[in-house]
């Protein structure tokens, strides 16, 4: 870009010359490579948090999986904070781990934006110890059926349900952003096809867990939601109770009038 300032004498050619020049360095830093994104990490307490790893993706797919980060995962200094540049426009997603937190149940996308050659885009992202973090790990964390047992209930006392054996070895897979696959394991039930996608929820505090399988049709299904009576990095146990129905919704009664429910219980193993 070239500029004529004959027309301008001494220190005011000069004040001119400094203010395109300035214009010109702003201007090109748009639409270009050259944003800059600054991530404050804090913990639940708002304390800063040092040495936390910070990778940044540009969609969720690779964020699920942790392959292919748009920039390598680097550390925040001793105030929290971790800078990365040289970034195009865009939508990115956001992993943040430390020991056993994460952000994984919080903020974990943003958007940037190279407004100019001195912008700067600051987020603050909270990282926390929690349900999610034992559940779901980068790739999907697999946990296998190792009992899975029901008992029908009435007015007049509790009796052993059944449970089909193929059902005995189904492996769970929860992905972070609450992707979710139900493999059918050795043993395939009759009609079920290897594997489902779905999706998962943390409900009440995190002590239900929602499961949403999707249809033939690839559409949501209806969610099946447990208790959790225990969740840690090697075992989940969950239970839930239901009544009992017949294919028009009616309730399904004892000889006492009562309705019957159903009790199931069931114990996963994480596999390494």
Do not use: H
């Not at 407004?115 to 559940?135: A, C, E």
């Amino acid at each position: 870009m070239i500029f004529y300032l004959r027309r301008f004498p001494g220190a005011l050619a000069r004040n001119w010359f400094i203010l395109l020049a300035l214009g010109s360095l702003l201007a090109c830093g748009e639409g270009q490579d050259t944003a800059v994104l600054e991530i404050y990490v804090i913990s639940s307490l708002g304390e800063e948090v040092q040495d936390a790893q910070v990778s940044i993706y540009a969609n969720r797919e690779d964020w699920q999986s942790g392959r292919s980060p748009v920039k390598e995962a680097s550390a925040t200094d001793r105030t929290g904070v971790v800078r990365f540049a040289g970034l195009a426009d865009g939508s990115y997603f956001l992993d943040v781990v430390k020991g056993d937190t994460t952000n994984w149940a919080g903020r974990i996308s943003t958007d940037v934006k190279s407004v100019g050659s001195f912008f700067v885009n600051r987020i603050f992202v909270v990282i926390s110890s929690n349900q999610t973090n034992r559940l779901v790990a980068t790739g999907g964390k697999r946990w296998r059926t190792v009992s899975y047992t029901s008992a029908l209930i009435s007015s007049i006392g509790t009796t052993p349900g059944f449970v089909t054996a193929c059902a005995k070895d189904d492996i769970d897979i929860f992905f972070k952003g609450n992707a979710y696959i139900s493999d059918e394991g050795a043993s395939i039930c009759p009609g079920s096809a290897q594997q489902t996608q779905g999706t998962w929820r943390l409900l009440e505090n995190d002590t239900r867990l929602s499961i949403a399988r999707n249809t033939a049709n690839d559409t949501p299904g209806e969610a099946i939601v447990w208790t959790i009576v225990q969740l840690n990095l090697q075992i989940m146990q969950l239970t839930r109770d239901y009544e009992l129905r017949n294919e028009q919704g009616q309730l399904i009664r004892d000889i006492n009038g009562q309705p019957l429910r159903v009790r199931e219980q069931k114990e996963l193993a994480a596999l390494p």
